[in-house]
């Protein structure tokens, strides 16, 4: 259990109340500590050895299987820049075709879209888009659209504007059922919000560092399954390859990759300063415990969404634990944040939802302080 709130740990002053993990969470002390030390670290480069090339990024994949409950399974972890690398790796791997369909939700974060939309017009298929309706959930709506035309359902966890939840265990099932890979975007759940690649048998998952994960931007993580960890690479580099733990032997060129999903990772993946960060976020995550930190984070959005309803607010009602939107009949005002931020509170306003994203180093007060300035602004 965690013992009450966390701001110690973060460097977010009292005066400001940051309900916005969603956009980018606030960097914790260790993570900048981490980062400073690396950065010293490489005004001697005489020191970086060999194995500073290989280890830490192996470290860091464990860290992550750990965070998927993958166990020990490190060999299923690449190391990517971004969403759209992560994604890109799975769309050139996963082969869909004239007449057959990449189901999407309607509004999805665009770089788990553009990738399928470039797929589609290179090889054939359509992109069928689950629209939104009152009257069902996202998981409804993806199931009717899953057909034996379904070569790709890629969807999210949650939508990254409201943190309105898709049923991955379900979806993943009846994906299975019609022949069709399943590719999730954990950006906006994974580290708030438990996820089991065991239960949920996904093909990839990609999700970026630098929100929920606590890590640094342009860090990020790919997650294949064991039969999607011989497929073909984005990029051609010489890390990737069998013995490159030897420098010598690199003028030997070899067609053989090393083993598991690191044939995926990125070039320059080792970053002497962002993989010693992206440890720090992972151990604190990991310390905390997922199913603690959602259990924490629902206890506070509960408590938004109470507030919320009692002006006239509707909060996302099938969300996860750590984000929820807030709707209202007469629309939110486009210089919202904008107004907010005027009194150093901090959310953010996605399609017609004022998003609220709490973490840890938010309180109660927070969320005291939150609804006193929407009184003034909105009404």
């Known amino acids: 259990m965690i013992d009450g709130p966390q701001g110690h740990l973060f460097d977010v002053p009292d005066d400001v109340t940051y309900l916005n993990c969603a956009y980018m969470s606030p ?34 994949r464990s860290r992550f299987a750990a965070v998927v409950r993958a166990g020990d399974d490190a060999d299923g972890v690449a190391l990517v820049p971004a969403v ?103 950006t906006q759940s994974l580290g708030a919000m438990p996820f089991d690649v065991t239960a949920v048998r996904p093909d990839f998952v990609v999700a970026a560092g630098y929100k929920w994960l606590m890590g640094p931007y342009s860090l990020g993580y790919l997650w294949a399954s064991p039969d999607r960890r011989d497929g073909v690479p984005l990029e051609h580099g010489w890390i990737t390859r069998d013995g490159a733990e030897d420098f010598a032997g690199l003028v030997d060129y070899t067609d053989r990759l090393q083993s598991g999903a690191r044939r995926y990772d990125v070039g ?11 440890i720090a976020a992972l151990d604190q995550i990991l310390a905390w415990g997922v199913a603690d930190v959602a259990d924490a984070l629902g206890a506070l959005t509960a408590r938004i969404v109470e507030e919320a309803a009692r002006r006239g607010f509707e909060p996302t009602a099938d969300r996860g634990p750590h984000l929820l939107g807030l709707r209202r009949a007469r629309g939110i005002p486009a210089d919202l944040p904008a107004a907010l931020a005027a009194h150093r509170v901090y959310v953010s306003v996605r399609g017609d939802s004022i998003r609220v994203s709490p973490h840890l180093y938010n309180d109660a007060g927070d969320v005291e302080r939150l609804f006193a300035v929407l009184d003034d602004i909105v009404g």
Do not use: K
Request: aromatic letters at 6%.
């Open 27 to 60: 960097q914790l002390r260790s993570v900048t500590a981490a980062g400073l030390a690396a950065v010293a670290a490489a005004e001697h480069p005489w020191e970086i050895s060999v194995d500073d090339f290989f280890v830490p990024a192996e470290e860091l």
């Open 84 to 186: 759209s690398y992560g994604v890109g790796v799975a769309a050139a791997n996963l082969p869909i075709g004239p007449g057959r369909t990449v189901v999407v939700l309607a509004e999805q974060f665009p770089s788990h879209v553009y990738p399928w939309r470039a797929a589609v017009a290179a090889g054939g298929g359509t992109v069928r888009v689950v629209e939104r309706r009152d009257d069902r959930s996202w998981t409804d709506g993806v199931l009717d659209e899953i057909d034996a035309a379904t070569a790709v359902v890629a969807v999210p966890n949650v939508h990254w504007t409201d943190g309105s939840v898709v049923d991955l265990e379900v979806v993943g099932a009846a994906a299975r059922d019609a022949g069709a890979a399943l590719v999730v975007d954990a």
């Open 268 to 278: 320059e993946r080792s970053n002497f300063v962002l993989v010693p960060m992206a």
